[in-house]
């Protein structure tokens, strides 16, 4: 039996084994009903999408933000579905000119809906492009070069953009304020876990005690991918071992293989915080420059690991850099020095971490001090 996850892959990245995908897409919920908790976006979802259906219209166009992992993909096939309406794909660096998005603009269907993944990394002219046509339903077609060059004006048939980003902050006002409603995910709690594992374990056919559920739940990072990949790393355990019901214990013996600590910290958080403590003191440290000590792109820390090790406790994010926080220190089995606590800022938690998140104030802000 072999993990088949790269070694140096954080374990929340989208799956990269062909089977592990297959499996990914066959538990992905279908409808509103079936999607677990984030209980506030689906209300205000159903409700975009209902008046859209009674208007016979298409819907406003949506944008999803939030870590990866916790559905952002999955709402954008609902919304599709809810809507009977066909679904195209694509993503920010799939759209480099803003050609390529002419190319897509120009084929949609009536009511279909376009689905931009990582849409704050699509280049300008593209972006602008989609302005007017994300308003309009129209976009300028630029035919030629230099002073001879002409627009040629192309009209779009009615369709929803539905786009998704782990960097609200990133993108730019205009675009932000293009979209009718804009839902931001949050991890979700150890009960809702359970109830996205449950699902899953009858539609995989496992039988699993309650206990084991809370153990794996427990360890899911807040995080419905990660619930779903663990809990298939327990089946490959079961199967080897030869147990028919999977119980808490060896839902815990097959998870400590897999480097998922009792908090959920995954490799990616726990190096992120062993570099914080053992390279700098426990901070503050620049984004980069922790960055670079743990051999990720800044991207990636700020993404992937911080917004949980925020809400957890363990990492704060202050104007002078990141920092470990005591929890932290005790998660790793150590002591935080006294003068590093004396040090610490008064007022690290005075800001929501929903706050830091997603936000405009949060994330780059943030970034800024060592760049
Ligand atoms: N609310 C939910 N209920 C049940 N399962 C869920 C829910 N949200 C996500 N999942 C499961 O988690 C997996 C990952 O979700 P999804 O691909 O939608 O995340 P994402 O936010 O698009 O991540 P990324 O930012 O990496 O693209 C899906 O395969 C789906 O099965
Ligand atoms: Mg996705």
Redesign the pocket.
């Known amino acids: 039996m072999t993990d088949p996850q790269p070694q140096d892959a954080p374990l929340v990245a989208?799956a990269a084994d062909p089977e592990d995908r297959a499996i990914e897409a066959a538990l992905r919920p279908k409808n509103l009903d079936d999607f677990v908790g984030q209980k506030r976006v689906r209300r205000q979802l159903s409700l975009v999408l209902e008046a859209s259906r009674l208007r016979g219209r298409s819907a406003d166009h949506v944008l999803l933000s939030g870590p990866p992992g916790l559905g952002?993909?999955t709402l954008a096939m609902i919304i599709a579905a809810e809507m009977n309406a066909p679904l195209r794909i694509s993503s920010g660096p799939a759209i480099q000119h803003a050609g390529d998005l002419a190319a897509i603009l120009s084929s949609l269907t009536d009511g279909e809906v376009l689905f931009l993944?990582e849409i704050h990394r699509m280049s300008r002219p593209a972006e602008e492009m989609l302005y007017m046509a994300m308003e309009d339903f129209r976009v300028d077609i630029i035919v030629g070069k230099g002073p001879g060059a002409t627009a040629i004006p192309l009209e779009l048939p009615p369709f929803t953009l539905v786009g998704?980003t782990t960097r609200a902050g990133l993108l730019p006002g205009p675009l932000r304020d293009r979209f009718g409603f804009t839902g931001h995910l949050e991890f979700y709690s150890t009960e809702e876990l359970e109830l996205v594992l449950r699902r899953s374990a009858m539609l995989m056919d496992m039988k699993v005690n309650s206990a084991a559920f809370a153990e794996i739940a427990g360890r899911s990072r807040g995080t419905p991918r990660i619930a779903n990949r663990l809990l298939r790393r327990v089946r490959d355990w079961a199967l080897v071992h030869g147990i028919d019901l999977i119980d808490a214990r060896s839902a815990s013996a097959a998870l400590d293989m897999y480097e998922v600590d009792a908090r959920g910290l995954d490799r990616l958080d726990r190096s992120v915080l062993t570099a914080l403590i053992t390279k700098f003191n426990g901070g503050p440290v620049g984004l980069s420059t922790l960055a670079i000590a743990v051999g990720e792109e800044p991207e990636t820390v700020e993404t992937v690991a911080e917004p949980y090790l925020v809400r957890e406790g363990m990492l704060g994010r202050t104007p002078r850099g990141r920092i470990a926080t005591a929890a932290a220190w005790r998660h790793l089995g150590l002591e935080m020095p006294e003068t590093v606590a004396a040090a610490m800022p008064e007022d690290l938690f005075s800001v929501a971490p929903e706050d830091l998140l997603g936000s405009e104030s949060g994330l780059d802000s943030w970034a800024r001090p060592d760049s």
């Open positions: 989208p952002k993909t993944d998704a």
